[in-house]
């Protein structure tokens, strides 16, 4: 028996287990004399069938480390026979399946899983709920919406089944996510499920043959780099950076958001708009590159990642999980020749601070059949145990939201450079999350059409942002 499975000792080999994952299918019911449901789960956990998990708990033995916890969950609830049903976005989708999975084995409860994309997630939840529906126990929502669903009556108020929960480990949430992706006039309404920021990647070999020993420090290294790379290679074969840009909040705002946390700018300051000069800086910043990147504005996430992963662009900012990506031979031609940072600063900012782009939590609808079973499936799908999986599942799409699942020698194994660029990024509490009030969406609505007519030609950044301020002040003056 390999020891690097006994207890995920670090140096656990996560590329293969979660290629195990895959296939993984033990269930309760199937487990033999002398197999406990939670002895069960941990071998769905590592991704064996019950056969190797037999095996394994007779290799390894019951006292060796348990790094998922799995053998602390205490008994296992019963299920009754009940079945939940998760609404979760389509960048979830293998995540959601396991989760289910893994639910089942601990519970008995069965999981049906609905996938949809994820700019719907919002609306639909609202309709099952206001409409009566009741279709879903527990919604996936992006975490800028809180503040809407909260105030709709969409999710249910979390905070006292949290604070009765200290298998929770609220304060293991890593501290610059918590607040924001759950938290609404003082109360808990769901529990981080993704941690999501960018990081910089960048191409290794193209970066060296336009003579930089490294990746940029500042968004003016970043310009120069990205204008000598593209100048190298007149044919168009090669760009110095991919710039996604296209108009959908999540893809430019992502872009804008990344420039104005090197400039040390926010979104909102005591609730009121903050569109400063910082703001205008981290627009120029995104309109000076362009002519060095494929048309901004006609580039989404996937065609990005597919110039990334083919070698055409040296530089490109993304969620972490890329990296996986780009150590996977069936998906990347780039495979050892790629490395990771944290994002540029702006000046006068000397310290990388990310922005909390997307990002999801996991709460509970509020016309559930089954409240208490809901609640215990979002208490299992956002705990440190399942947060190691996940992040250590290739496609999982999801990144740590823990301090200890971000610190943890299984995560390291498994993403070594990601797991110190997020490290850094994630590590301190100066991160700045975009807009959660009740006007969220239609804020990021407004910048983002801002940001657009700039790369489009027809505004400058000064202008452009100027108006995203004044449209923004309009939009919470007549909500307040």
């Not at 309760?28 to 190797?52: F, I, Y």
């Not at 975490?143 to 909260?150: F, K």
Request: glycine letters at 10%; charged letters at 20%.
């Amino acid at each position: 028996m390999n020891d690097r499975l006994c207890g995920a000792e670090p140096g656990d080999d996560g590329r293969a287990r979660s290629t195990r994952a895959r296939s993984a299918r033990a269930r309760s019911a199937r487990a033999g004399p002398g197999l406990t449901r939670r002895q069960v789960l941990r071998g769905a956990v590592l991704g064996l069938g019950l056969p190797a998990t037999s095996a394994l708990l007779s290799a390894c033995g019951r006292d060796q480390p348990d790094e998922l916890g799995l053998n602390r969950l205490g008994a296992a609830p019963k299920g009754d026979g009940r079945t939940l049903s998760l609404l979760a976005i389509q960048p979830h989708e293998r995540a959601a399946r396991q989760v289910a999975r893994d639910f089942q084995v601990a519970t008995g409860a069965g999981v049906q899983v609905t996938i949809v994309p994820y700019d719907q997630i919002r609306s639909k939840a609202v309709v099952d709920v206001q409409s009566g529906a009741a279709r879903y126990d527990v919604f996936d929502y992006w975490y800028t919406t809180v503040g809407e669903l909260a105030h709709q009556g969409v999710l249910e108020d979390l905070t006292g089944f949290i604070d009765q929960s200290p298998d929770v480990h609220a304060d293991d949430f890593i501290s610059s996510i918590y607040d924001p992706y759950t938290l609404v006039d003082g109360r808990r309404y769901g529990l981080p499920f993704d941690g999501d920021s960018h990081v910089l990647f960048y191409n290794q070999e193209l970066l060296a043959g336009s003579g930089f020993a490294g990746p940029p420090r500042t968004w003016d290294e970043y310009l120069h780099m990205a204008e000598k790379v593209t100048g190298d290679h007149p044919d168009g074969s090669v760009y110095g950076a991919v710039l996604p840009a296209q108009a959908a909040p999540i893809i430019i705002g992502s872009a804008f958001a990344n420039r104005l946390a090197g400039y040390g700018g926010r979104f909102l300051s005591g609730g009121r708009p903050a569109l400063d000069q910082r703001a205008v800086a981290a627009a120029s910043a995104m309109s000076a590159v362009a002519p060095f990147t494929p048309t901004p504005v006609k580039i989404a996430f996937e065609a990005a990642v597919a110039m990334f992963l083919e070698g055409r662009a040296a530089m490109m900012e993304f969620w972490t999980d890329l990296g996986v990506n780009a150590e996977d031979p069936e998906q990347s031609t780039v495979r050892g020749r790629w490395g990771v940072t944290s994002l540029p600063v702006g000046s006068p900012n000397s310290k990388p601070v990310a922005a909390l782009n997307a990002g999801f939590a996991l709460g509970v609808s509020r016309a559930s059949p089954n409240p208490d079973l809901a609640r215990l499936l979002v208490k299992f799908a956002t705990s440190r145990q399942i947060n190691l999986e996940l992040i250590t599942t290739t496609g999982s799409g999801i990144d740590p939201t823990r301090r200890s699942t971000l610190n943890a020698p299984g995560y390291a194994s498994f993403a070594p450079k990601v797991r110190r660029a997020a490290q850094s990024a994630l590590g301190g509490d100066g991160a700045i999350p975009w807009p959660t009030n009740d006007k969220s969406a239609e804020l990021m609505e407004t910048l983002s059409d801002e940001l657009s007519l700039m790369l489009q030609g027809r505004k400058n950044p000064g202008t452009a942002i100027a108006d995203a301020q004044a449209a923004w002040e309009q939009i919470l003056m007549e909500s307040s």
